[in-house]
């Protein structure tokens, strides 16, 4: 099912089987413990889940998680025990044992097909124990991988509150300013003088979980171009998620695997959707700090500067890749954006596979997209949806890459074929984003090949014996 | 509902698919939604598998739960017959088909007319069985579909042989097992018939019948298809794990008596006797100075039933070491471990909590453990050191040297497990005798701790997060860039302006 192309330059959607490997969204546990600190997340399914989570996220089990399994049982599936007086049970004793700020309930597909229904038990457990309990349903039936950030995310939108529920000076300074110390000017002498380093805009809040570093550099870019964070969601706590004031506030997406949560921010909490590339190199970074400028009526000052200075530093790697291939095999939506840099890199994209794409909440990625292939003289690019594996495995067996980006189900035995992997799991969890750490996107892309690159004069290519 | 943090044994599907996945040439196809497939990871990683692990999904989705997932499975083990040609397709139920009840062995009758390969389904409900029962289950259902189909049966060799059942992808080092096993075999003058489930084809099962008996080397896979074969075909079994110097002597010693029975008389006792004293290293091992320190300390023993008996009896035989107590996860074979490690521990623990076994690990105090990852853990956090002897296992216990724990050169690889895992002899005398180590503690004088220049307090904070291996390093490249920037105080922005400039 090809659809024409709009232009010459503008990317081909197909959408194949979806037969393709990925993490479970459950996965999002993983970090989102880890950021939302006063948290405490359960997932209410089944041993496979359990398994899954304790293989894939290895050595974190170890450090006494704030997650946890509410393991269904028999009983539990054909509704002989109670599902309200079962939770409430757990939630009681991980209040006892952790004392968390809020509760995180993700729903899997056994809470799906038997149907428990979490959200109608959850307001009223909620009023029982005294802990809010935010319902999120990160099952593989609906969705991929990340997108497991996305309903959690989405359910939380709708907990942040409004300018007249927070009435308190402290509550309001902690929740817009969650980057603790980083920006309460408001409590040193010279507080009006920083305050001015502002410029008049509507407050700005943005979304999508990043490690702190990545937080203060994202805010700190911004503050360059005199545009003040109100807050994050998340929050690095429960309490501190941001203010959002209805009809005015404008928010802006960090991560392509969000869009959930930018139409409950939309339609839900009525704020002003930006819809921006995403700030991953250093091309997508300006073109998103210039989408907010506009969208808050800012003029953005140096930025150009700022990119160029970034390809400077960028240079030996940018002459390395050039002209080299990449394959997408799809599972964590980062793809676009990725594909987007690596082509403004020099480097020919053969497909982006991709698990989900919201044409809509991407629109601004897409366009970027388009306008890098134009600019860099690329063929339009081929962006599977849904992928089936096993196609895309013979299509890069006539293909040959010079690198594809997989799953770890796929790497090792690509690898065994002489064909260079890079696990796409690592975008993930890397620091990828803003100016700063474009380099550390480039380098994840450039060490596989380097280490084939050192190890070529062996003769090690392929290492299966023909049938 | 119950709380859990951890387990020691996967769910029912990945029993099936451990099985599977061990064959040659048949294809797993899961009944299950997106991200079920985690096997394929573990396989592709912790085995380092050179090739894709023969497991699809056939995938549950909002659709599937609306319509049935009739057609997308019939019509995803035909696709799978057709891209592969393998030998046998196993249609794999989940803990998801298990509630939707839809009705999997008629999808398998539909598929089946138009496969070449044999299409089974795996009958191991997810609510009754655990990943190593389930691997016994599938193991069993497959050799006695192959079985049933068999129209006459082959006639015994020769000479001697074995079939050496039960060694399966994923098992704690199997591969080693494997091949120490079949050496000594031969050096029993014993041939191996066939080695199952691994590297053999389903059809290659047509000839279990022609050895003169079976081997099971692990309590948890392969019991019951041998005593199934043991009926079928009066083919006698061995069951003890030749793990340890003595099981090794009484693993050789029941061959004999097999061997015996089919009137091919043998003597291995002077074989025995020379592997014991000479050829393994163990008995010496014991035997030496070095090993005395070893008598009467302390160990706790936890795992699988196999390995947590073994080397319950290793231990409290053939070292000296005093055992607290001695535990299983595996519930469902309780009587068999407690009869097994009777009288050589002071208590036995049945339990899969691994919050209760950690618990009872602090109690206990033990100079060492022999237990899982997990309980390398917990010995971490307790500053006990701990042998890595069963699964749940790391990557890092896939060792690429050779590194068996059954047959002789398994005795050596123990010896030096325990060897290594208690404080070493002459080490522990003086540390009795001075008090402790050298004060770890390093005065350590970075080369710009004098440049004069200032860290504002969120840039110290941040600092302070990185991990301490790298840290000197950071500090020193941002300090540098400070200075070549002519800044004197370090603000977070000149952090990371350091960091683009360094292009780290």
């Known amino acids: ?467 | 509902m119950k709380l859990a943090y951890w387990m020691y044994s996967g769910p029912a599907h990945i029993g099936t698919l451990r099985i599977a996945s061990s064959f040659k040439n048949v294809h797993a196809i899961m009944h299950a939604p997106l991200g079920d497939d985690y096997f394929n990871v573990m396989r592709s990683m912790l085995e380092r598998e050179r090739d894709f692990t023969p497991v699809t999904a056939s995938v549950v989705d909002r659709k599937v739960l609306g319509r049935g997932s009739q057609d997308k499975v019939v019509t995803n083990i035909v696709r799978k017959d057709q891209e592969e040609s393998p030998d046998l397709i196993v249609l794999t139920p989940t803990c998801t088909s298990a509630i939707l009840q839809e009705d999997l062995q008629n999808f398998v009758a539909r598929a089946q007319e138009s496969t070449q390969a044999d299409v089974i389904l795996a009958d191991a409900n997810h609510y009754r069985f655990n990943e190593l029962t389930a691997a016994e289950k599938t193991f069993q259902q497959i050799v006695e579909f192959y079985m049933a189909k068999l129209k006459e049966v082959p006639e015994r060799t020769a000479q001697p042989s074995a079939n050496i059942l039960g060694i399966s992808t994923l098992g704690f080092h199997n591969t080693h097992d494997c091949q120490e096993l079949k050496k000594l075999l031969g050096q029993l003058g014993i041939a191996v018939n066939l080695v199952a489930p691994e590297g053999c084809t389903v059809h290659e099962l047509q000839n279990l019948p022609r050895a003169w008996f079976n081997i099971v080397p692990y309590r948890e896979l392969g019991r019951t298809t041998a005593e199934f074969l043991q009926e079928r075909f009066e083919q006698p079994y061995v069951d003890i794990t030749p793990m340890g110097v003595m099981q090794t002597a009484r693993f050789v010693r029941a061959i004999q008596t097999i061997l015996g029975d089919r009137g091919s008389v043998v003597d291995y006792e002077p074989f025995i006797k020379e592997q014991t004293l000479f050829v393994s290293q163990a008995a010496w091992f014991s035997r030496s100075i070095d090993c005395q320190n070893l008598q009467g300390k302390r160990a706790v023993v936890y795992g699988d039933t196999t390995h947590a008996a073994a080397m319950t009896r290793i231990l409290t035989q053939e070292m000296g070491v005093r055992v607290v107590w001695a535990g299983t996860f595996c519930k469902h074979d309780a009587e068999w471990f407690r009869a097994q490690v009777e009288g050589m521990c002071d208590e036995v623990i049945i339990s899969d909590d691994h919050a209760h076994i950690g618990d009872r690990i602090a109690q206990a105090e033990p100079a060492a453990i022999f237990g899982t990852q997990m309980e390398r853990h917990v010995g971490k956090r307790l500053n006990i050191p701990c042998g890595v002897i069963s699964s749940p296992i790391h990557i890092q216990n896939f060792p690429v040297s050779y590194r068996p724990f059954l047959g002789y050169e398994g005795t050596n690889q123990m010896a030096d497990l325990v060897y290594n895992s208690f404080t070493l002899g002459m080490e522990d005398h003086l540390l009795e005798v001075f008090g402790g180590h050298d004060t770890k503690e390093v005065i350590t004088k970075t080369v710009t701790a004098e440049t004069g220049l200032e860290w504002s307090d969120d840039a110290a904070r941040e600092l302070a997060k990185i991990p301490g291996f790298v840290r000197g390093k950071v500090k020193r490249n941002t300090e540098k860039f400070a200075r070549e920037s002519g800044l004197s105080r370090i603000s977070l922005e000149v952090m990371y302006a350091a960091k683009e400039a360094a292009g780290a």
């Open chain 1, 1 to 467: 099912m090809v659809t024409e192309p709009l232009s010459l330059s503008s990317p081909q959607f197909e959408c194949e089987t979806g037969n393709y490997h990925t993490f479970c969204p459950i996965s999002c546990v993983a970090w989102l413990y880890q950021k939302i600190e006063d948290s405490f997340f359960l997932v209410i399914g089944t041993k496979t889940c359990g398994y899954f989570l304790q293989n894939a996220l290895g050595v974190m089990i170890f450090a006494e998680p704030r997650y946890a399994m509410a393991e269904l049982e028999e009983g539990d599936v054909n509704a002989k025990l109670n599902a309200y007086d079962e939770l409430r049970r757990l939630c009681l004793q991980v209040k006892k044992d952790r004392d968390p700020s809020v509760i995180v309930w993700i729903g899997t597909c056994t809470t799906e097909i038997i149907k428990m229904d979490l959200e109608g038990i959850a307001p009223k457990l909620e009023d029982e124990i005294g802990i809010p309990i935010v319902v999120a349903r990160a099952n593989g039936l609906d969705y991929a991988f990340t997108q497991g950030e996305d309903t959690v995310l989405a359910a939380m939108a709708s907990r942040c509150p409004a300018p007249a529920e927070v009435r308190s000076e402290e509550e309001k300074k902690e929740r817009s300013a969650s980057l603790r110390g980083l920006f309460n000017f408001g409590t040193t002498k010279k507080g009006e003088k920083v305050e001015s380093a502002y410029a008049e805009h509507k407050p700005l809040v943005l979304f999508g979980s990043l490690t702190d570093p990545v937080v203060n550099q994202l805010t700190l870019e911004l503050k360059k171009q005199g545009i003040k964070v109100s807050g994050w969601l998340p929050a690095p706590r429960y309490t501190e998620l941001p203010i959002i004031e209805q009809g005015v506030t404008y928010v802006a997406g960090v991560n392509p695997f969000l869009s959930r949560t930018a139409s409950a921010l939309q339609r839900r909490m009525r704020c002003n959707l930006i819809n921006a590339p995403f700030p991953l190199g250093p091309d997508g970074t300006r073109a998103w700090i210039e989408a907010i400028c506009q969208a808050l009526g800012v003029v953005p000052k140096g930025l150009e500067e700022r990119e160029q200075q970034i390809w400077a530093n960028l240079k030996g790697d940018v002459e390395f890749l050039q002209g080299k291939s990449v394959f997408f095999m799809g599972d964590n939506l980062l793809e676009v954006s990725l594909a987007r840099f690596l082509i403004r890199c020099g480097m020919t994209v053969h497909e982006v596979g991709i698990p989900y794409m919201d044409k809509r909440y991407q629109q601004g990625e897409l366009d970027l997209l388009e306008r890098t292939c134009r600019e860099m003289g690329h063929a339009p690019v081929r962006i599977v949806e849904k992928p089936d594996n096993y196609y895309q495995i013979q299509r890069i067996q006539q293909l040959k890459p010079d690198l594809v980006i997989t799953g770890m189900a796929h790497a090792n035995p690509l690898e065994a074929r002489g064909i260079t992997t890079k696990w796409s799991v690592e975008f993930t969890f890397a620091m990828i984003h803003g100016f700063t750490n474009a380099h550390d996107i480039l380098k994840m892309v450039r060490k596989p090949l380097d280490r084939n690159h050192a190890l070529k004069s062996l003769g090690w290519e392929k290492l299966i014996q023909e049938a």
